[in-house]
């Protein structure tokens, strides 16, 4: 599905809550959206790398990484298996690496800057809690939108006008 946000913020302006511009486009599909799932994780990556490995279902990932600019949360090798596993996107408030093949990859991913460091293995971290960065409440099942114009939550799921 190729979703256009301005489109989408003119049909449901009572549902949608915009997030603050910060964003980038990394992945292959430049727009995606989906039911949220979330993590909150500060430089470790251990739940990023098993979400990806579960059945995505057109899901998206939205990983709250406290905006740390130190090393990437996701690589070219988690985004190939959220690819495969049918996730629809993962959005990264913080870095990811391995940008150059993460564009040729079937997948919407969204995150503040590039790292080439990777992250550490601690197995720290939250899963499916409630985020709020970026002037917006991130849900475990409501619903975000992303494409090169920004990123979008709603409550309910929206459909192209």
Same mark, same amino acid.
């Given at each position: 599905?190729?979703?256009v946000l301005p489109d989408l913020c003119d049909a449901y302006p009572e549902l949608i809550t915009v997030v603050e511009p910060m964003f980038s486009n990394f992945g292959g599909r430049q727009s995606f959206g989906g039911a949220m799932t979330t993590i909150?994780?500060?430089e470790d990556n251990s739940l990023v790398a098993d979400a990806v490995e579960e059945a995505g279902n057109g899901r998206v990932l939205v990983v709250d990484g406290g905006a740390s600019l130190r090393c990437g949360l996701l690589g070219d090798n988690l985004a190939h298996k959220a690819a495969a596993n049918g996730w629809a996107g993962?959005?990264?408030y913080?870095?990811?690496r391995d940008v150059d093949e993460i564009a040729n990859?079937? !997948?919407?991913v969204q995150a503040l800057a590039t790292h080439p460091m990777k992250s550490v293995k601690r197995n720290i971290g939250l899963r499916d809690e409630v985020l709020v960065f970026g002037g917006v409440t991130f849900r475990p099942g409501e619903y975000l939108y992303a494409?090169?114009?920004g990123v979008i939550v709603s409550p309910e799921p !929206?459909?192209?006008p």
């Open positions: 599905m190729n979703y909150k994780c500060h993962i959005v990264v913080g870095c990811i990859i079937d !997948l919407g494409d090169n114009n !929206l459909k192209m």
